[in-house]
């Protein structure tokens, strides 16, 4: 930049006057930014973590789901198994291939029948099984025992699940507990964690297992010692903890870290499942959002935790994208009004050669700029201030120099800064309001004739709704409990949007309302461009647009100031496609005033 030391004394205060508006501007437009910033921020995080609420929610119900399926599959097992004297080892096996477990129960690693064996009548039943065709079948483990059970049946009888043919899991302490649990109650349950016998030394995976008794026909089952005298057996399910959650999870929640517990505390010895998620390898960050839910499984309960090592989505930019482009416009502003100011050094190289009429508007211009620069003194602890003084300063520029042989460039620039400082006006005031009404809400609760409120609105929108031609029809409306003017702010909100958003053909609105109980829902119909199905929620996030600024312009804010002030009045607003044909209907519900 050219130095200021050969200017006059009189130019040179000038000068510097231009210079500390351009610095004021400067800051209170970074203040602005970080206001836009910061909302934007508290909006984003609202968003996460509902988001985060709804991804858990959706994972814990579709774990209780999937292990009800499974619950109701062992207890028709078990009536399969009562329907007869005696089941055969063909009979299971058909049963089981009709079931499709691959496909209708994805996660199971083996349906199966472990039976009671007398330890008097242990040698008869080995031999039993081993003519049926496995002359090496031996109850497992060997030795000398009280209680022996055994897996008679267990499908798919693959090269895994024969691995446990013949097992006593009466044997194994955690199984034993589910299993007289479950003999003693009656009821379906399942077991703490346990290595399979169906696994390998590859790829080793945490499961358990879920029983249901069977009792002998016809035998009373009324107190636990009567149900032990008719225990016959357990129809029971084995899985893979893994393979069972890869099936349930949805891909948002596997994102996350999760940690599945058996019971109600979180100790390592009860871990059922643990997946570290595949966020964390990429953002090793510390947990920003955790969540511990106990769900019940059968007669017991499981623990979840889930825990987000940063956003599940791509909002999390949005505030530096705000902040970004706000510092951006901000730098602009700035160097666009310190050139400003250092136009009036190159317009002093002419002085000589203008007429007194030049003279004039010189010193008029002159003047005007003093005027300014006290103006942005005064007023510089306002945060639309420097906004103000940047669209006056252009204003005043493009008339001082009206005369002036500038090119296109520099006319198209200042157009450019007249049209953006305008825009960031109205981002700032539509971002205070938005600030306002998530602060306060309806914070003055009254009465309202909705009807007489639209006409009221209709009137004021006259200008518009005659320009686009629209024919707005209202139907009637009741009288609600609200605030006045933020309600006003709603209708004007949807009338102009319908206006905006307008095809080519002739513009009707209708404005209707429906009682429903204490509520009422209101309908903003129109014949517009409508909106696709997949942006109908997207258009109340706030900056959210579906059309460039040229094409249609506007500041993305208004949909969602009116989507808050309905929610703050105890309503939701939401919108769906025009049941008439083309365009959109905009409905929102609010409380009706009795009497």
């Not at 058909?94 to 199971?108: P, R």
């Not at 005369?403 to 006319?411: G, K, Q, S, T």
């Not at 696709?532 to 900056?543: D, G, Q």
Request: proline residues 4%.
């Amino acid at each position: 930049m050219s130095s200021v030391e050969d200017l006059p004394k009189r130019n040179r205060t000038w000068f510097l006057r231009q210079s500390i508006v351009a610095w004021v501007v400067l800051g209170g437009s970074i203040l602005v930014s970080l206001l836009a910033w910061q909302l934007t921020s508290t909006a984003v995080e609202a968003n996460e973590d509902q988001r985060f609420r709804a991804v858990v929610d959706e994972a814990n119900l579709a774990i209780s789901k999937r292990m009800r399926d499974y619950e109701i599959l062992l207890l028709s097992a078990s009536g399969f198994l009562n329907a007869s004297n005696s089941v055969e080892r063909e009979e299971w096996n058909a049963f089981s291939e009709s079931l499709n477990l691959t496909e209708n129960f994805a996660g199971i690693q083996g349906l199966g029948y472990a039976v009671t064996v007398p330890p008097d009548q242990k040698e008869e039943f080995t031999n039993r099984v081993k003519a049926e065709g496995f002359p090496d079948f031996a109850i497992k483990p060997a030795g000398e025992r009280d209680v022996y059970t055994s897996i008679l049946f267990l499908e798919p009888f693959d090269w895994r699940n024969q691995r446990a043919f013949g097992f006593d899991m009466y044997s194994e302490p955690t199984r034993r507990e589910a299993m007289e649990s479950a003999t003693m109650t009656g009821k379906t349950t399942v077991s703490g964690p346990v290595t399979l016998v169906q696994e390998t030394d590859d790829a080793v995976q945490l499961g358990f297992l879920m029983y249901t008794p069977n009792y002998r026909n016809g035998a009373p089952l009324d107190t636990a010692e009567q149900r032990s005298a008719a225990l016959t057996g357990w129809v029971y399910a084995a899985f893979r903890s893994d393979d069972l959650m890869a099936g349930v999870l949805s891909a948002d929640a596997r994102a996350m870290s999760t940690e599945i517990y058996y019971g109600t505390e979180t100790r390592n010895q009860d871990l059922l499942y643990s997946d570290p998620g595949t966020t964390t390898e990429t953002n090793p960050l510390e947990a920003t959002r955790v969540a511990s839910t106990v769900i019940p499984i059968a007669d017991r309960s499981w623990t979840t935790m889930f825990t987000s090592y940063g956003a599940l989505g791509s909002g999390s930019f949005q505030p530096w994208i705000v902040a970004a482009a706000g510092i951006g416009i901000n730098f602009l502003l700035f160097l666009v009004l310190y050139s400003f100011a250092l136009s009036k050094r190159r317009a002093e190289k002419y002085a000589n050669e203008m007429t007194r009429d030049l003279r004039e508007s010189t010193t008029e211009l002159t003047r005007s700029n003093e005027e300014l620069a006290r103006f942005a003194y005064i007023a510089s602890h306002d945060l639309k201030a420097p906004l103000r003084q940047v669209s006056g300063s252009v204003e005043l520029f493009e008339e001082d120099v009206a005369d002036l042989e500038l090119n296109e460039d520099a006319r198209e620039s200042l157009r450019d800064i007249s049209a953006g400082t305008a825009r960031m006006r109205d981002l700032i005031d539509g971002l205070l309001a938005y600030s306002r009404v998530s602060r306060d809400g309806g914070s003055t609760s009254e009465v309202v004739d909705t009807r007489a409120l639209v006409e009221a609105t209709l009137q004021a929108l006259s200008e518009p709704i005659a320009e686009s031609g629209a024919v707005v029809d209202v139907g009637t409306l009741p009288r609600v409990y609200g605030d006045r003017r933020q309600l006003a702010s709603v209708f004007q909100n949807l009338i102009l949007n319908s206006i905006a958003y307008r095809s080519d053909t002739p513009l009707r609105v209708a404005i209707e309302a429906r009682l429903e109980g204490a509520e009422a829902t209101f309908s903003v119909t129109d014949n517009g461009i409508g909106v696709a199905p997949e942006h109908r929620e997207r258009i109340f996030r706030m900056f959210q647009r579906l059309h460039t600024q040229t094409d249609k312009p506007g500041t993305g804010i208004g949909l969602a100031i009116s989507q808050r002030i309905v929610e703050k009045h105890g309503g939701r607003m939401w919108v769906q496609a025009n049941p008439n044909g083309e365009g959109c209907d905009f409905r929102f519900t609010l409380p009706i005033a009795n009497g």
